[in-house]
C-alpha cells in the first residue's frame, strides 16, 4: 500500500496545529506499519526530512510550488499517477479531481459558526472546497467531538462516517513533566514573580482582551499575565485594552520546548478563553504539569471540560475575574496519566490504521 501525504503545511514558517498534526500522526504510522510505502509531498522538503529520515519506509517528494491551485490542480494529480498512489492524505481540502482514495481529514469548520473572524473570501472558498473534499473522501477524519458534530450539521455527513483522531500531547513535553531537573529557571529569565500563562497564537477569536480585563482590579494587581505565540493576525481590540488597562503583560514569541515546560510548571494558573477552537493541545499540555487551567466553556473546549478545575464565559470578563479569584492557590487533584492515555498519537494512529485495513 501506498500513501502520499499532502505536507505543504510544513512550508508555512509559522508551525500550528496541523503540522503538529502531521507530524504527530504520521511518526506514528509510519514507525508502525513497515509494510505500508509513505510519500511525502511539500516545497520546503528540509522541514519534514529532518523529523521522517530515520524511517526506510518513507519517501520525500519535492513540490516544484507553493501555490495551492497549482498543488491541487496539477502537482498532486501527477504525483499520484507518477508513483501509483493507493490513498492520498489531505488537510481539509483535496484536489480538483479524484485520482485514487482519498482521506480527508477537516480539522474544524469554524468560519461557518463564528464568521465574523474570517473574511468574506476565505468563508465563501473554503465552504466550497471544504463540503466537496470531505463529502468526497473515502475516509473522513476530525479532531474533537464538536468538529464532527458541525461537519455533521452543515455537511450533512453521516456521524458514522466521520471518525475523530485527536490531537495527542508531545510524547517531549510528557517526558520534561516528569523530570523537572531539566527545566530552565524561567522565574529568573524573564523576571517572573506569579504569573498566570495563555499560551497561544495572538489573532481576534484567540480572546487575549478578555484576559487582560479580568485582571485589571487591585485584587489581582500582583499578578503578572504572559503571552506565548506570535501575532498572526492584527488585534486592534487587544492593542487598545493593553492601553487602557494596568496589567503587566509579557508575550513572548519563541520559547524552547524546556521553556515551555518550565511555564506550564510555574504558573499559577494557565487560562484559555479562546471565542472557539477546533481543538487546542496547550491547555491539555498544561494539565499533564498539574498546573490548574480555566477554559472557555464553548465549541471544542468543551470535550476536556471534565479535565479543568473551571470553566468561563468567553464574552464574561467578570465571570473569568471570579474563577481566577477562587482558584488561584486552590490545590486540585489531577489524573495526569488519563489525559496522556486519551489524548495520544499513538491512539489517533490506530484509528486511520483501522480504516485503511476495512
Partial sequence: MKILVDCHAFDNEKYQGITSYIKGLYLEM?????NIEFYLACH???NIYSIFSKFENVTFLK?????????LIYEFPKLIITNQIDWLHCQNKSPFLKFCK???TTH???FLDYPQFFGIKFRLLNLIFYRKSAKRADILLTVSKYSKEQIHNHFKIPLKDINITPCGISSSLIELSKNDHQLPDINKKYNLDEFVLYVSRIEPRKNHETLVKALDTNSLSHLKVVFV???????LILKNELNLCNVDVIHLKNVTLNELASLYRSA????FPSYCEGFGIPPLESLIFKTNCVCSNTTAMKDYKEFMVDTFNPNDFIDLRNKILKHLYRSFELNTEEIIQYYSWSKSAQVLTNKLKK
Avoid: M
Wanted: proline share 6%; charged share 30%; no cysteine.
Fill in 108 to 110: 474544524d469548520i469554524l
Fill in 229 to 235: 505565540g506570535t501575532e498572526t493576525h492584527e488585534n
Fill in 30 to 34: 509510519i514507525k508502525n506499519s513497515p
Fill in 268 to 271: 499559577k494558573l494557565t487560562i
Fill in 63 to 71: 513540490l516544484k510550488s507553493k501555490n495551492p491551485v497549482y498543488r
Fill in 102 to 104: 482519498e482521506i480527508v
Fill in 44 to 46: 520546503s522538503i528540509e
